[in-house]
């Protein structure tokens, strides 16, 4: 009888241990594959990711290069080559993970040969600019050359990216499969050992009973998603024992594997809302890049103040949106800090401040406060504003100006802050030596006067002028008085001397609005529109009379006595338009002047043109 039941609980112990092995091997089983599956899932992450940050790599080196060919600032350049390198070295791995899939390899080598063309198309203008030659690097980024290339691109990873999601998300599917085949293994396999263990209990001792409720009911909790359940009592028979421990590292494993999956999916939607967010930012600077490269460009070619004051104002505010401003530059005395352009509405703009109230310039570098008592405050903000930025504009290590913001700048207007003030402080260093070099090339550089070429230029537009208006206008030629006795008595200094001093008296004696102009030698030309020939020669005799009461000096020795003699003519409807008549006219009036003594005045009477 106890042989039989032996028999019966051993062969009974039998079928319970090869139902165990078979459910332990079948989970361990699903387990495996949908590890395996997981593996191949996180395989085709990192090739779309690769792919991606290989696209991302080229538009961000794209940006460099446009923004370095536009705005000419060498940190694009030293982007552009970053990106390059990053692009190729995503490349490099994406080429090896794509080895075990046949077409997606080939679309891949041919992905790279389409990236090697583009980046040689991006790098020949920026081999141009490097080498100064930036008129001609933007005329080749205009024409657009790459485009049919980079669109190749595009749809080449567009197709990759798409073949590799639908063969991640079979992966995935498959994994879900396998694993929801482990947990019908475990739900299934679970109660069915209960009963033959129920079936055991019957023939044995009730001792049985509390190892088999205690399994039971963990498989009962790990069939109802409770990852957690295991085993931890004594079965009180090395038999349940190691079933309590096969469950509980078929629990771990399987816990593992769901929590491996979950970790999985975690990291796939930081790494898509990454990429996104890159995405996005990176498509904002490149509107910013573009809409700063079209403010270049018309700042560059303004004309007066007034036109790069606009300009500023137009397109600062595109690019710092709703941040009210001002851009102060220095007055011509350099002690004063006025508006130059205002957008927004900033508060109490003022009309000025000296360099000394600006924290950003006593420091050479931005000066921003974020609150009430959270820094020391510039002398020229309004007491109302709780936060401001100042930013001062360096050109050549000199200061130019600074650029005021009603408002605090986040990490992103920050890196606009930084592109807008380089493209500012170029555009107003150029602005200024514009107006040097203008100042040079119609200038006299002994007498500061305006030079002889620009005398006939106004010349013409005045003519011009009076000839649509019919308003009078005239024209002075005078000379000094034997002005060789100078250089020959005291030499070339004293004759220089002499000419800045006559000069000096002419700019100052006659009206704003009237040119006085150095024609060449002691000969002065003065273009007076607007007031006829009688009322000028009243305000030409008080000239003479002035610059015959100067003495000239060279070296605390006096050179004489000085006198003009003066030549006056006015327009009329017979004459030419380039003002060569009148001019004629003035010289022969100031010949008559020298003819009957010097140091006095003679108007052209009205007659025929001399022959």
Request: hydrophobic share 40%.
């Amino acid at each position: 009888m106890f042989t039989s039941l032996t028999s019966r609980i051993a062969a009974v112990g039998i079928m319970v241990a090869t139902a165990l092995f078979v459910l332990v091997l079948a989970i361990v089983d699903a387990s495996r594959q949908s590890r395996e599956s997981f593996q191949w899932v996180m395989h085709s992450s990192q090739i779309i990711q690769a792919m991606e940050e290989t696209m991302a790599g080229l538009r961000s080196a794209e940006s460099g290069q446009r923004g370095y060919v536009l705005t000419q600032n060498p940190g694009f350049a030293q982007s552009f080559d970053r990106r390059i390198e990053d692009a190729r070295a995503t490349y490099a791995e994406l080429y090896e993970l794509t080895k075990d899939n046949p077409l997606q390899s080939g679309r891949v080598r041919e992905f790279g040969k389409l990236m090697d063309e583009r980046i040689e198309l991006m790098n020949t203008p920026l081999q141009m600019a490097r080498q100064n030659a930036f008129d001609e690097a933007r005329t080749a980024v205009s024409e657009g050359r790459g485009h049919e290339t980079m669109n190749s691109l595009v749809l080449i990873a567009s197709d990759f990216l798409n073949e590799e999601e639908q063969l991640r998300d079979q992966r995935i599917m498959a994994a879900e499969r396998r694993l929801a085949w482990g947990r019908g293994v475990a739900l299934f396999g679970g109660p069915l050992i209960a009963l033959i263990t129920l079936l055991l209990s019957a023939m044995v001792i009730r001792g049985i009973r509390y190892p088999t409720r205690l399994l039971n009911a963990a498989m009962s909790q790990l069939g109802q998603g409770d990852l957690d359940a295991r085993v931890s009592e004594k079965m009180g028979s090395r038999e349940f024992d190691r079933l309590a421990h096969g469950y509980n590292a078929m629990a771990e494993k399987l816990e593992m594997t769901v929590a491996a999956q979950e970790r999985s999916k975690g990291e796939l939607r930081r790494v898509h809302d990454e990429l996104l967010s890159s995405s996005q930012t990176l498509k904002e600077r490149g509107e910013v890049i573009e809409l700063l490269g079209a403010m270049s460009h018309r700042m560059q070619a303004t004309r007066t103040d007034a036109e790069l004051a606009e300009v500023i104002s137009i397109f600062v505010p595109r690019v710092m949106p709703d941040l009210p401003g001002v851009l102060y530059a220095y007055n011509n005395s350099r002690n004063l800090l006025v508006p130059m352009s205002v957008w927004g509405d900033p508060r109490d703009v003022g009309q000025g401040f000296p360099p000394d109230q600006c924290w950003a310039l006593r420091r050479g570098q931005d000066h921003y406060v974020s609150g009430k008592g959270k820094d020391v405050t510039c002398d020229h903000v309004h007491a109302d504003v709780d936060a401001y930025h100042c930013e001062p504009l360096l050109a050549s290590g000199e200061v130019i100006g600074v650029l005021y913001m009603d408002g605090l700048l986040d990490e992103e207007a920050r890196f606009r802050m930084n592109v807008l003030v380089e493209n500012i402080a170029s555009a107003m260093t150029n602005r200024r030596l514009q107006r040097d070099l203008k100042e040079q090339t119609i200038r006299d550089p002994l007498t500061g006067l305006f030079n002889r070429r620009y005398m006939e230029e106004a010349l013409t537009l005045e003519v011009a002028r009076a000839s649509r208006s019919e308003v009078p206008l005239c024209v002075v030629m005078c000379d000094v008085d034997h002005f060789k006795r100078f250089n020959d008595e005291y030499g070339h200094d004293a004759g220089d001397a002499v000419l800045s001093l006559v000069a000096s008296e002419l700019g100052e004696r006659f009206r704003d609005g009237d040119i006085v102009c150095r024609f060449g030698g002691e000969e002065f030309t003065i273009i007076a529109p607007g007031t006829s020939k009688e009322d000028l020669l009243r305000r030409v005799e008080d000239v003479r009379e002035a610059v015959s009461k100067l003495s000239p000096r060279l070296r605390n020795g006096p050179l004489g006595s000085v006198t003009m003699s003066f030549g006056i003519s006015q327009w009329q409807p017979n004459m030419d338009l380039n003002g060569a008549d009148l001019l004629q006219l003035a010289d022969a009036a100031l010949y008559r002047a020298k003819r009957d003594g010097r140091n006095r005045t003679v108007l052209h009477e009205d007659a025929p043109l001399p022959k």
